[in-house]
């Protein structure tokens, strides 16, 4: 994923307000990166972007090659779809459905056939440790077993970039390295990239990398690999990360 000179502002005139500033940045396959900073800096805007449901104002934002700011309204979703699997902060499953349904939705929407979308969503509720309750409906599931379906759901069509806005959250310290440890198996996986946007300090730890944000822009870029050096950035000057290595 590359994003330059990514901009957005709401309002108009006197109450313009710009929330992000000529942003730059990129993820890498095979790597967590989290998205840190303090309330109102522009994390939730940055990740709607990201995500193809919002449309920056000035910059450019390219998923594996594809220009996702240049795309027109249907093809983004069918991009979406396809290639970003998303995981909330409250879970967002559907109550009535089982959670074997829930984590066949990504795969009806595209248009898969419902026994061959559930045989699908069993293997997927089986790789987060919930393949023995896919009947039971998510109200009977504990906040960490939710979000376990929740990774499920957004990984069973399988997509190269998965973002999370605050996935451990509404978790304890267990459950969140239990989600934690199952993000670093899914990073692992050829071709992928994790962005995760978080408050919780208690797992800056499994970041390969952590952007950190203020008013709006990237003001540094922070490595846990062994031999990388940290990235600052002038609050007025973008940055462009080294290329992979």
């Known amino acids: 994923m590359d994003v330059r000179g990514v901009e957005k502002s709401f ?59 240049a795309m027109s309204g249907r093809a983004l979703t069918a991009f979406r779809a396809r290639h970003i ?16 349904e829930n984590v066949s939705v990504p795969l009806l929407i595209q248009g898969v056939g419902a026994r061959r979308a559930m045989a699908k969503a069993r293997e997927a509720l089986e790789a987060v440790g919930m393949g023995g309750r896919w009947r039971e409906r998510p109200a009977r599931l504990s906040g960490g077993q939710q979000q376990r379906v929740a990774i499920a759901r957004a990984l069973v069509h399988q997509p190269p970039l998965v973002i999370c806005d605050e996935p451990t959250a509404a978790l304890d310290a267990q459950n969140g390295e239990i989600v934690l440890g199952l993000f670093r198996d899914v990073a692992r996986a050829p071709g992928r990239a994790v962005i995760i946007v978080t408050h919780d300090n208690r797992i800056f730890s499994y970041a390969d990398r952590i952007a950190r944000m203020d008013d709006g822009m990237i003001v540094a870029v922070e490595s846990n690999r062994p031999g990388e050096t940290p990235h600052f950035v002038h609050e007025t000057v973008p940055f462009h990360l080294p290329d992979t290595p």
Do not use: W, Y
């Open 11 to 69: 309002g108009s005139g006197a109450a313009r307000l710009h929330v992000l500033k000529q942003v730059d940045l990129q993820a890498r396959t095979g790597e967590i990166l989290m998205l840190v900073g303090p309330s109102g800096c522009g994390k939730t805007t940055l990740l709607s972007a990201l995500a193809g449901t919002l449309r920056p104002d000035q910059g450019t934002i390219e998923v594996f090659g594809k220009p996702l700011h």
């Open 85 to 100: 699997g998303f995981i909330f902060q409250q879970f967002n499953l559907i109550p009535t459905l089982s959670i074997a």
